[in-house]
């Protein structure tokens, strides 16, 4: 496939994630991002925050928001604390500034004819670097109601099957990388993904892996791009 350079990518789509802070049992909180929704200019944006409410083309699951933050500095986050009684599906969105896994998930789209694609995390919790965020997940392990920073928690069932629905049954990309302190969340996330059809690109490391959309070579980006359209033709075929 041609590579698409980020200076077009961004003249294409616009990214908007739904920022909160988590409340936990013990009085803690987390700041997170619990979806980011790529979208074109096919998708009005008048109102960004119907766009939660919508059925993308694709959904693709990663290991979490990074260093992800609204584009506005002055936006106040909401408070959740999970279990949520009665709540809606809808999230406020806001936008945010892409960063390089998201423009290869850009490049995915294009390649697809994809308008909308929704990424989802193992966890939503914001930390851009992999070693603090995974001591995180497992302090919060030990801490009451600390789990449900992830969307494949027991409590957030409800708000997962909302969000993995597609306008296809095209199938879920997964993306979180080959971390082996990924695992725990990877399970969970497996388990919740059990009757959907995935696709990735898969690591030596173990079966619960998988490859970085975005390594840090350019080669190395390109192979990823070329191995996930083939598992997704793959994958479609059956």
């Not at 697809?112 to 930390?127: E, F, I, P, T, Y």
């Not at 600390?146 to 069932?157: D, K, L, N, V």
């Not at 990388?177 to 690109?201: H, K, S």
């Amino acid at each position: 496939m041609d590579f698409i350079y980020a200076a077009e990518l961004k003249k294409r789509f616009a990214c908007y994630g739904h920022f909160y802070e988590l409340v936990m049992m013990d009085g803690g909180r987390a700041n997170c991002r619990s979806v980011l929704e790529i979208v074109d200019g096919a998708i009005a944006q008048d109102n960004p925050s119907e766009i939660s409410l919508m059925v993308p083309d694709a959904v693709v699951v990663m290991m979490n928001p990074g260093s992800s933050h609204p584009k506005e500095i002055y936006h106040i986050d909401e408070e959740i604390e999970y279990p949520r009684a009665g709540s809606s599906m809808r999230k406020e969105l806001v936008l945010t500034q892409p960063d390089n896994t998201q423009y290869q998930i850009m490049r995915i789209a294009v390649s697809k004819g994809w308008n909308h694609v929704r990424v989802l995390n193992l966890s939503d919790l914001r930390d851009p670097k992999s070693g603090s965020f995974i001591q995180r997940v497992e302090a919060l392990t030990e801490i009451m109601g600390g789990h449900t920073h992830s969307i494949f928690c027991p409590e957030r069932a409800e708000e997962c099957a909302h969000s993995l629905r597609r306008k296809t049954p095209v199938p879920i990309m997964l993306g979180w990388g080959q971390d082996t302190g990924l695992i725990p969340l990877a399970t969970q996330c497996m388990a919740r993904l059990e009757t959907e059809p995935t696709c990735t690109v898969p690591s030596d490391v173990h079966p619960l892996l998988n490859a970085h959309p975005s390594p840090m070579l350019q080669t190395k980006k390109l192979q990823w791009l070329d191995d996930m359209l083939a598992a997704l033709k793959t994958q479609g075929e059956e």
